[in-house]
T-cell receptor, first 113, second 112 residues
């Protein structure tokens, strides 16, 4: 079956703009988590959604938000972009919150100039 | 939250076993140890997980010490395609409020 897909794969934005990233989980998976990966900070958890509800949130400012739709697809939004937001944004899905196996998408590479 | 420590980097000869250690001395009784790997420019890939017993699958074996304070991921016959960053993580929190904390990982280089 198809894996986790993320769009777009690459994005260039300027400071102050906002951006929306999209994630489609594996069919049948209802939990979607988002991560930010940078060379300096490694892989950091942003938030997790299950059944359209945010179940947990990492230590990121309110500029980072997300939502999940009834078909389990998820979007992540970053407003008022800063240079430090340049990163690889990864989405991961699993059948439900608490499931052991989590499957990652290829990521969206965001560059803020 | 239980944290993990891993060596920054390791080398392994092609065809030999790669043994990647991980310390998780503050792990609590209901936390599982997971291993993922990330090949350059791709998302992390699940490898294996365990609670207290040793585990084996088609990709690797996981050896967890009796006190659960450390574990070792074993790739029995490393190939060049196993060159990646390997993350050892522990699952934190209640079932409904899981989050996964990734450390910097171990960069494994498989050498021909």
């Amino acid at each position: 079956k198809a894996g986790v897909t993320q769009t777009p794969r690459y994005l260039i934005k300027t400071r102050g703009q906002q951006v929306t990233l999209s994630c489609s989980p594996i069919s049948g998976h209802r939990s979607v988590s988002w991560y930010q990966q940078t060379p300096g900070q490694g892989l950091q958890f942003l938030f997790e959604y299950f059944s359209e509800t945010q179940r947990n949130k990492g230590n990121f400012p309110g500029r980072f938000s997300g939502r999940q739709f009834s078909n389990s697809r998820s979007e992540m939004n970053v407003s008022t972009l800063e240079l430090g937001d340049s990163a690889l944004y990864l989405c991961a899905s699993r059948r439900r919150t608490g499931d052991y196996e989590q499957y990652f998408g290829p990521g969206t590479r965001l560059t803020v100039t | 939250d239980a944290k993990t420590t891993q060596p920054t980097s390791m080398d392994c000869a092609e065809g030999r076993a790669a043994n990647l250690p991980c310390n998780h001395s503050t792990i609590s009784g209901n936390e599982y140890v997971y291993w993922y790997r990330q090949i350059h420019s791709q998302g992390p890939q699940y490898i294996i997980h365990g609670l207290k017993n040793n585990e084996t699958n088609e990709m690797a074996s996981l050896i967890i010490t009796e006190d659960r304070k450390s574990s070792t991921l074993i790739l029995p016959h490393a190939t060049l395609r196993d060159t990646a960053v390997y993350y050892c993580i522990v699952r934190v929190g209640e079932t409904s409020y899981d989050k996964v904390i990734f450390g910097p990982g171990t960069s494994l280089s498989v050498i021909p």
